[in-house]
């Protein structure tokens, strides 16, 4: 089915306007992508920590210019099976790590250059960061995966295209074959001049037959997927449609630009062909490597329920960077932030009030409407939404209405659901609660809601 014609079973604005529900197409007639099993385990994951650490973090810079000396690289107290620890209690369920940013500094003792942790004093030499890290992840039963810029600002065939590609490669594998299976490989599209003058031309395709060779079970991330693809900003807040579904032609590369890209990263595409879902991205902190200066700053446990509602609440995945300090590990500051993070929804989804009931779908013509009887009257003011997202995303509108046995009220409303989507609303008394869907591209399958107890009523809460 061509999109055009899939794009008729969404209501036009006028439509919409009114109020009317469209007419739901049989599902024989809408064939949607679907999740591969990687996919679906990342997504399910929700909660991802990034952990970007180098020689920036002993320069205090975001961005190192490949010159650095790798002898300040020295942090006295690493513990990677510290940032496990922390990254389970709070409630993660993946790490990544910066095997290399953008100033070229391997956290491996790489083969392919002099630029990395063999030529510093940690470990006297013999130390291997990305070791330490995969070890600790598996250890704590967390998913690894790990982070290789592409922009190397301190190998000289950088800008030399086939040589740096060559080198590239070489380093992805050292990588891929050395560490065991890795749940992720991360890329983005950073680019700038060589030390030649020469703009650096990435060979992708080959990187991601590399990586589809080494690391079959991995999911690849960049602005062009292949797998999952970035949400268009740095806030962790994912877009409003968040569709699963994309348009592989609009993005074609990471760090590709020209019209349209930054709404198909946000958004996805209801009629695209391939299933790339998004991955929300922020720092704990305001940078991304850590600052003395910026202890002060990190998010609060509010700010961080926040995000996982605008990402996870969205159809993404939460990836969330909290960067070690100079003496290797996690910073106090943080530890605490995260660990009331995981209080917070904690007692945010402490209190289910569906349980087992199912929902009573009403079918009459091709509308679709279900109703749940608790059974009892109950406060609440969080209902969560879920597809059934092996078989695709379907759901592109819908409204929420609660009633206490008398009047119904209308609790929440949005656009797609997918995965998940997660809304607040005023704490009101219900005795049952009721799902329209407005719009959709086909027969929604294996929907579920879920109501919580008030957050109102929560420690803390606003």
Same mark, same amino acid.
């Not at 899939?6 to 809408?30: K, M, Y």
């Not at 850590?290 to 446990?301: G, I």
């Given at each position: ?5 899939? *794009? ?37 994951? +929700? ?124 380093? #992805? ?52 997927? !292949? ?6 900003? +740095? ?12 348009? !592989? ?13 930054? =709404?198909? $990263? ?5 009629? =695209? ?20 200066? +910026? ?22 995945? #939460? ?14 500051? @943080?530890?605490?932030? $995260? ?25 009459? =013509? ?37 009633? @206490?046995?008398?009047?119904?009220? !209308? ?19 219900? *005795? ?8 959709? $591209? ?8 879920? #109501? ?5 009523? #929560?420690? =803390?809460?606003?």
């Amino acid at each position: 089915m061509t999109p055009v014609s899939r *794009r008729r079973f969404v209501r036009t604005a006028a439509t919409a306007a009114a109020g009317a529900v469209v007419r739901l197409p049989p599902a024989t007639q809408l064939v949607r992508p679907r999740p591969t099993a990687a996919q679906l385990a990342w997504q399910r994951d +929700e909660l991802a920590m990034f952990l970007h650490v180098g020689v920036n973090t002993f320069t205090d810079r975001e961005w190192g210019d490949g010159k650095e000396d790798p002898a300040i690289f020295a942090p006295q107290r690493l513990d990677a099976r510290q940032w496990a620890r922390v990254a389970r209690a709070a409630g993660f369920r993946a790490l990544i790590v910066t095997a290399k940013h953008h100033d070229g500094f391997c956290l491996w003792p790489s083969k392919t250059t002099r630029h990395s942790v063999a030529s510093s004093p940690w470990r006297d030499g013999s130390g291997d960061v990305v070791r330490e890290f995969v070890d600790a992840c598996r250890a704590e039963g967390l998913r690894p995966g790990l982070y290789l810029s592409p922009w190397d600002r301190n190998n000289p065939s950088y800008g030399d295209s086939a040589r740096y590609n060559d080198l590239y490669c070489d380093q #992805l594998t050292e990588l891929l074959t050395g560490y065991g299976t890795l749940a992720e490989v991360w890329f983005d599209g950073a680019n700038g001049e060589g030390p030649n003058g020469k703009k650096q031309v990435y060979d992708w395709p080959r990187v991601w037959t590399l990586v589809r060779r080494l690391q079959p079970a991995a999911v690849i991330f960049s602005d062009a997927g !292949p797998d999952v693809r970035w949400c268009g900003n +740095e806030k962790g807040v994912a877009g409003d449609p968040n569709w699963s579904t994309v348009d !592989p032609a609009v993005v074609t590369y990471p760090g590709a630009s020209g019209p349209g890209v930054i =709404g198909a $990263l946000q958004h996805g595409d209801p009629a =695209g062909t391939v299933w790339r879902p998004a991955e929300a991205d922020t720092s704990i902190r305001p940078g991304w490597f850590y600052h003395r200066a +910026e202890d002060a700053r990190v998010k609060t446990a509010d700010q961080l329920l926040d995000l996982y509602l605008t990402s996870v609440g969205r159809n993404s995945k #939460l990836l969330l960077n909290v960067p070690p300090t100079r003496d290797g590990l996690l910073h106090d500051i @943080d530890v605490a932030r $995260l660990t009331a993070f995981q209080e917070r929804r904690q007692s945010l989804f402490a209190t289910e009030l569906i349980g087992r009931k199912q929902i009573a779908w009403n079918t009459t =013509g091709d509308s679709r409407t279900g109703e749940i009887d608790l059974g009892r009257i109950a406060a609440s003011s969080i209902v969560r939404l879920e597809e059934d997202i092996t078989n695709g995303q379907a759901v592109a509108r819908y409204a929420v209405f609660g009633s @206490d046995g008398s009047n119904w009220k !209308p609790l929440s409303s949005g656009t797609t659901i997918g995965h998940a989507r997660i809304d607040r609303f005023p704490a009101t008394a219900i *005795r049952r609660v009721r799902l329209v869907i407005e719009e959709a $591209l086909g027969p929604p399958t294996g929907l579920s809601i879920k #109501l919580y107890g008030p957050y109102d009523s #929560l420690p =803390g809460a606003r």
